[in-house]
């Protein structure tokens, strides 16, 4: 998280129109997009919170495998289910989670419906899962999830508790750059999940009752690009 907060004090100095800060990890990366990109976090991480959610952090792909065992400790989750990704390798992460005596269910690929049903019904005994965000709204602190046959609907919907992990250039200012940045072809063709906050409902007695239709817990990671 040392490069994120380097990122935090430099948009900070430029703002008080101070010194100029330290130079950032990686000196090749734009300063500009690297500003913006804080900025954008800064303001998801506070709208997530607002609605419920907990910002778990913004880390490098080397760290990831600690902090997720971190969370995991800290709500007692000794099962937790690895959704099929593109911005991560699960591989590792279920392995460093299973050394720690976790019992890991990694989604694989779509089989008949008796094999599907089997992996709902283990689904349904996890304490935590773990997905990929195609990418989140800063303006409103929502995550936005794609389904596939490696990152099933359900993982947002079963577990009592879920840990979603966004690229850091995949957050993005408001609904209308987010749906620009998942594509018509995406949305056509895949179920996307819009979630904002753990899911609370007050249809019982205009009551309102969390983790009725989803999860009671929603964490939110950002993965800062090893390279950038």
Same mark, same amino acid.
Not at 78 to 95: I, W, Y
């Given at each position: 998280?040392?490069?994120?907060?380097?990122?935090?004090?430099?948009?900070?100095?430029?703002?008080?129109? #101070?010194?100029?800060?330290?130079?950032?990890?990686? +000196?090749? =990366? $734009? /300063?500009?997009?690297?500003?913006? &990109?804080?900025?954008?976090?800064?303001?998801?991480?506070?709208?997530?919170?607002?609605?419920?959610?907990?910002?778990?952090?913004?880390?490098?792909?080397?760290?990831?495998?600690?902090?997720?065992?971190?969370?995991?400790?800290?709500?007692?989750?000794?099962?937790?289910?690895? #959704?099929?990704?593109?911005?991560?390798?699960?591989? +590792?992460? =279920? $392995? /460093?989670?299973?050394?720690?005596? &976790?019992?890991?269910?990694?989604?694989?690929?779509?089989?008949?419906?008796?094999?599907?049903h089997a992996l709902i019904e283990r689904i349904a005994r996890a304490d935590l899962g773990i997905v990929e965000a195609q990418c989140a709204i800063?303006?409103?602190?929502?995550?936005?999830?794609?389904?596939?046959?490696?990152?099933?609907?359900?993982?947002t919907l079963i577990p009592p508790a879920v840990l979603a992990i966004v690229r850091a250039d995949r957050i993005m200012a408001d609904a209308a750059?987010?749906?620009?940045?998942?594509?018509?072809?995406?949305?056509?063709?895949?179920?996307?999940?819009?979630?904002?906050?753990?899911?609370?409902?007050?249809?019982?007695?205009?009551?309102?009752?969390?983790?009725?239709?989803?999860?009671?817990q929603l964490h939110v990671l950002v993965l800062w690009p090893q390279d950038d």
């Amino acid at each position: 998280m040392g490069a994120f907060v380097r990122i935090l004090a430099s948009v900070k100095t430029a703002l008080e129109g #101070g010194a100029r800060a330290e130079p950032l990890e990686h +000196p090749a =990366a $734009s /300063a500009a997009p690297a500003a913006q &990109r804080a900025e954008l976090i800064s303001s998801f991480a506070r709208e997530l919170d607002a609605v419920g959610g907990q910002f778990a952090g913004a880390i490098t792909p080397d760290e990831l495998a600690a902090r997720v065992i971190e969370i995991s400790d800290r709500i007692g989750a000794l099962t937790v289910v690895v #959704g099929g990704d593109n911005s991560f390798d699960s591989e +590792p992460l =279920a $392995s /460093a989670l299973e050394q720690r005596g &976790r019992d890991v269910i990694q989604c694989g690929t779509a089989g008949n419906d008796a094999v599907r049903h089997a992996l709902i019904e283990r689904i349904a005994r996890a304490d935590l899962g773990i997905v990929e965000a195609q990418c989140a709204i800063a303006s409103t602190g929502t995550i936005a999830v794609t389904a596939t046959p490696l990152r099933p609907g359900v993982l947002t919907l079963i577990p009592p508790a879920v840990l979603a992990i966004v690229r850091a250039d995949r957050i993005m200012a408001d609904a209308a750059a987010a749906l620009a940045a998942l594509g018509a072809q995406t949305i056509a063709n895949h179920r996307v999940a819009f979630i904002t906050g753990p899911s609370r409902t007050a249809d019982i007695e205009k009551l309102i009752v969390v983790g009725v239709h989803g999860p009671k817990q929603l964490h939110v990671l950002v993965l800062w690009p090893q390279d950038d």
